[in-house]
């Protein structure tokens, strides 16, 4: 003999905000793969020696030449990471910005 009991039981819990980002992330990456994989990013130069990025239709960072260096800077205006070239700056902010910004995801064109 079986017995089925029905209950509903609901359980109210908080969050921190490194535990929301990293739900976020992962939803991000779980999405179906139909969709593209990043953002379009374009980047302007504003200055001689700083660049803007475009992430999406969003203000994604900059990099400046400092010193002979390039350091990129994210949206919110945080230090990604100082590097030789100006190619590996623009690569590391977009893949800071890919994992950042997982929301903003528009067609590649």
Do not use: C
Request: net charge negative; glycine share 8%; proline share 4%.
């Amino acid at each position: 003999m079986s017995t089925t009991v029905s209950t509903d039981i609901r359980a109210e819990v908080t969050l921190d905000t490194d535990t929301v980002d990293t739900i976020a992330i992962l939803e991000a990456q779980a999405e179906p793969h139909a969709r593209p994989a990043r953002a379009k990013l374009t980047w302007t130069q504003e200055d001689d020696g700083e660049w803007v990025a475009n992430y999406g239709g969003y203000f994604g960072g900059s990099v400046d030449k400092r010193e002979g260096r390039y350091v990129a800077s994210d949206t919110f205006g945080l230090v990604v990471g100082d590097f030789a070239s100006l190619e590996q700056a623009q690569a590391k902010l977009a893949d800071q910005l890919h994992v950042m910004l997982p929301s903003v995801i528009r067609p590649v064109d």
